[in-house]
């Protein structure tokens, strides 16, 4: 898991915007013109903070004609809920008063 890109890639306004925007748009994805509109960004900036996001695996893109679509891919957040999911059950049970026995 790369849980520190992950955390990276979505840890700046813009780009948690923009993953919360594709996830709101699945199945059909959107194009970088249509989510800087939707998060209130500049369009020339998005394709920066996409390109961050695709590298973490959160955002995939695909060609359609003259368009680049992009679309969220939730799996490695998914990876990443489950590992803080996990983390947090262990510290409960660390923290949970052991009874004598």
Do not use: W
Request: charged letters at 25%.
């Amino acid at each position: 898991m790369r849980a520190f890109q992950i955390m990276s890639a979505l840890a700046q306004a813009s780009r948690f915007a923009a993953f919360r925007a594709l996830v709101e748009a699945l199945p059909e994805g959107m194009a970088s013109s249509d989510i800087a509109t939707a998060i209130g960004t500049a369009p020339n900036t998005m394709s920066a903070h996409l390109a961050i996001l695709e590298r973490a695996g959160l955002v995939s893109s695909e060609r359609i004609g003259r368009s680049v679509i992009y679309k969220a891919e939730t799996a490695p957040a998914e990876e990443l809920s489950t590992f803080l999911d996990d983390a947090c059950e262990r510290g409960r049970k660390a923290r949970a008063p052991r009874t004598a026995a």
